[in-house]
């Protein structure tokens, strides 16, 4: 490991610390008791296989190329860092970037299922941010629809011959959104007693938006100038990801 990654990690180390340590707030993912049983149980049973896809994902790509590690604990810890800095949106849950859509650009949407868990595990026992028994729900909205609309993105643009800071800007942003509405859409499900599953969702997103659409445009923005970063000082480890490759 080179001098340069050894100053990356300790400074990813160090960012991550200091939002680790900051008073812990009532805004969450969706807060802990905030979905029925059945639909905890149920979205968390819809999670396994990709779980399990994302585990065998690493698995093989980490056997193939070892020296990924580091850019794969990165992708972990930014998701860590830009998701604990959140805004009080709906009661019970919030507005606050993911991070997820670079994992997902240089790992592929099912390895960042394996991230996302980790994360949201994390934050749910230490910071009291989101809740275990809503973990499955959580785990869908922002480790599995999110990355996979953002990797989905990112090749059709890269297939469309879109410049790559482009490709990048609106995966990480558009996956960011995408993360939000399926979260308004798991509220509305689970709570449209006095209205229709169709105007509860409606009323979430409406909540959401003035928040969450300025924090999407900014994750995409971070997630260009962190790509931008690692193109400088980690050329071996995106060539080993196949990135560079297929930027060229």
Not at 42 to 53: E, M, R, S, T, Y
Request: aromatic share 8%; net charge positive; glycine share 10%.
């Amino acid at each position: 490991m080179s001098k340069i990654q050894k100053k990356i990690i300790a400074l990813a180390a160090v960012f991550a610390l200091s939002f680790g340590i900051m008073p812990v707030s009532n805004a969450m993912h969706i807060m802990e008791g905030y979905l029925p049983g059945g639909y905890c149980i149920a979205w968390g049973a819809l999670c396994v296989p990709f779980v399990i896809a994302g585990f065998l994902s690493i698995k093989k790509r980490l056997a193939e190329h070892r020296n990924l590690i580091t850019l794969l604990a990165m992708s972990g810890a930014f998701i860590f860092v830009i998701s604990s800095l959140k805004i009080p949106s709906v009661s019970g849950s919030c507005s606050h970037m993911t991070g997820t859509g670079l994992g997902a650009i240089l790992f592929g949407p099912s390895a960042v299922s394996i991230l996302g868990l980790i994360v949201l595990l994390f934050q749910a026992i230490l910071l009291a941010h989101g809740g275990l028994t809503t973990i499955g729900a959580n785990t869908f909205s922002m480790a599995i629809a999110g990355p996979f609309v953002s990797y989905g993105i990112y090749r059709v643009c890269q297939k469309a011959n879109v410049n790559r800071k482009v490709s990048v800007f609106l995966a990480a942003a558009l996956g960011d959104l995408i993360t939000y509405c399926v979260t308004a859409g798991q509220m509305a499900l689970a709570h449209n007693a006095d209205t229709t599953v169709g105007g509860a969702l409606v009323k979430f997103l409406a909540v959401f938006a003035p928040t969450q659409i300025p924090l999407a445009v900014i994750e995409g923005i971070l997630t260009v100038v962190i790509v931008m970063g690692l193109e400088s000082y980690a050329k071996p480890e995106l060539k080993a990801a196949g990135f560079l490759k297929e930027a060229k």
